[in-house]
């Protein structure tokens, strides 16, 4: 399987105010770019910082608000810390003189229910050592690994960065192909791609850009045309793709025009397959054909980008699941990585972009809730493949070694 760097890891530092997070970081980086004061709580919003951990190559750090925070504005960004935490691979909880207590646990806490991995550092050693009641009480609640530093005597960074270096999850920092394990060396794929008022003018848009470089990075050779082109192609070649990646607007009409012989997906499904819970969106699919009238469908986008008329989360895919069932629906969208404005519990369905700005963990940690409620989930193209009835078809090339065809 084709292995290469995709995403930088996010790497989240939380802790009360004032242990030194943005120092520590200071400290990891090498700058001064963090926002650093001696007056408590200067971290407002997250701050992003890129850095290079040796064995791991580019990350992202994020700064984070004292999770002590006190006031009407210190609510606030105490809920913008607890955001971060479904976004990270891995989290680290700074302390400092000894304190140790309820604010460290209820962090801890959210970390297990996202499944994040977190290290405990003890800043300040130059002030206060760690001492053995406040390595034994971190004992008795966790088996995180634990480490001390001094940022401001610049005593045992290397043992942190080495710590985080271990500590920080592989599948954050390397990546597996899109495609690797359905195509192989010198295999023709005919990708096929809309250029309409959604695509930007002059290039391609990612997840049809990805695929294109997944392809070469597979030394399989590409075939890219537009769906307007497809029919012209077949009867004027005698070519035979061994898979072909259609933009799942085209569904319909591509599986018409190519040979049941030749397998089909969507740039949307791939997605699906790599990034998201295939099984619960394939699974979640069906709840299109059961809703009712009144029930509400969240779209969950996972960039923010500019809208138009043609945008198929905010129209297209709306429209569709209307005219499918048939029933008065309602529909909220949800872009970016922000907070879900409605209780999960209010929805019927959750359909999900492909999700190739993100990572599969913060894809999946944006679907847990729906998920731990029992909410049907589903993405784009594997709704779009549903509803024209070729479900079936779009993830049969995913199923060489699986079984989650209906049963
Ligand atoms: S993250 Fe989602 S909405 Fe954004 S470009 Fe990728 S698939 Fe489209």
Redesign the pocket.
Known sequence: MNKGKDNKPHIGIYGRRNVGKSSFINALTGTDTAIISDIAGTTTDPVKKSIEIFGIGPAILVDTAGIDDTGELGKKRIRKTQETIAHIDLAIVLISNNIFDSFELTLIQKFDYYKVDYVIIHNKEDVEKLSNNTLNKIKQHTKAPIETCSVLESSNIAEVIELLKISTPQNAYQKTSLLGNIIGKNDIVMLITPVDSEAPEGRM???QAMAIRDVLDNNAVNIVLKETEVEAFFSKNDIKPNLVITDSQAFNYVSEIIPRNIPLTGFSVL?AHIRGPFEDYVKGAEKISKLNDGDKILIL???V?QVSCEDIGRFKLPNWIRNFSGKKLEFDVAAGLSEIKNPITDYSLVIQ??????TKKQLISRLKPALDAEIAVTNYGIAIAYMNGILERAIEPFMINESVIHE
């Open positions: 848009i990612l997840p997605f986008e996972s960039c980008h972009c492909g999700g190739c700005m993100i």
